[in-house]
């Protein structure tokens, strides 16, 4: 099991950007696929990005391509998404995730791992 603690949510307005920091600890960080989800109100949890252990593999939801960017940085155990260009429906609970294995699955339920949450709130 991975620990993650995300930070580096808050109030942005349309149009600005924010980073998001997540920081992981376990045994195998390294050898872990990472990502995003995010749950707005009353919705389901979304997947937003992730990126494979060396970093050089990436996936995003079609929503977000070319505005977030999905990095990491192992020998910090940290995994970021930058956001550009926000948008109001960007606002919801960003939370990191992680998994075993391929960086291409984008449900819930294939990422065993999960932070508390970020609240990132994108105003109009």
């Known amino acids: 099991q991975v620990q993650l603690v995300e930070s580096g949510g808050g109030l942005v307005q349309a149009g600005g950007s924010l980073r998001l920091s997540c920081a992981a600890s376990?045994?195998?960080?390294?050898?872990?696929?990472m990502g995003w989800f995010r749950q707005a109100p009353g919705k389901e949890r979304d997947f937003v990005a992730s990126?494979?252990?060396?970093?050089?593999?990436?996936y995003y939801t079609d929503s977000v391509k070319g505005r977030f960017t999905i990095s990491r940085d192992n020998a910090k155990n940290t995994v970021y998404l930058q956001m550009n260009s926000l948008k109001p429906e960007d606002t919801a609970v960003y939370y990191c995730?992680?998994?075993?294995?391929?960086?291409?699955?984008?449900?819930?339920?294939?990422?065993?791992?999960w932070g508390q949450g970020t609240q990132v709130t994108v105003s109009s």
């Open positions: 995730v992680a998994r075993v294995g391929s960086h291409y699955y984008t449900g819930p339920a294939d990422f065993g791992s």
């Open positions: 376990g045994r195998t960080v390294s050898t872990n696929t």
């Open positions: 990126i494979n252990w060396s970093g050089q593999g990436t």
